[in-house]
């Protein structure tokens, strides 16, 4: 069976850790895939926050709009489990980036899951894809170096 394969990157530029609630178990008693997306968005709200931002669509007057998700489920976690969860920031082209998420049990350190999104900045007014502003390419920048 081909299953999705995620190379995560070496280094990473945020870190947030993030307990599983008993909301996000699913009839297996485990984490489930739609808590999974849930977990790495709100890493993801987290992340835009530490760069100085209210949430993903107040950035320079735009906002972010997904493009595409990816996730490659490793182990289960439980109840109360402390997730580590690492993003890095890759493919900053003009339009877009790549954020990959790194998931771990905090106390184990076993690895929970990989995931990466593509994100597009986006003119919600317009309804169309815009450039990066060069606050926000700075603030990638400075972060990946």
């Not at 190379?7 to 609630?21: A, H, I, N």
């Not at 489930?32 to 709100?42: P, R, T």
């Not at 790194?102 to 350190?109: C, N």
């Not at 060069?134 to 400075?142: E, Q, V, Y």
């Amino acid at each position: 069976m081909a299953r999705i394969k995620i190379d995560l990157p070496e280094s990473y530029v945020f870190e947030t850790q993030l307990k599983v609630r008993v909301t996000d178990l699913n009839y297996g008693g485990h984490l489930g895939n739609d808590a999974m997306v849930s977990l790495i968005h709100e890493a993801r709200y987290q992340f835009f926050q530490s760069l100085g931002y209210a949430d993903e669509i107040s950035i320079e007057g735009i906002g972010t709009i997904q493009a595409d998700l990816a996730v490659s489920y490793r182990s289960e976690a439980f109840h109360g489990d402390e997730i580590q969860i690492k993003i890095a920031v890759t493919e900053i082209s003009k339009y877009s980036f790549d954020l990959f998420y790194s998931l771990r049990q905090l106390a184990s350190e076993k690895e929970i899951a990989r995931g990466k999104t593509t994100i597009v900045t986006f003119d919600y007014e317009q309804k169309k894809k815009c450039p990066i502003p060069d606050r926000l390419l700075k603030k990638l920048a400075d972060r990946t170096t």
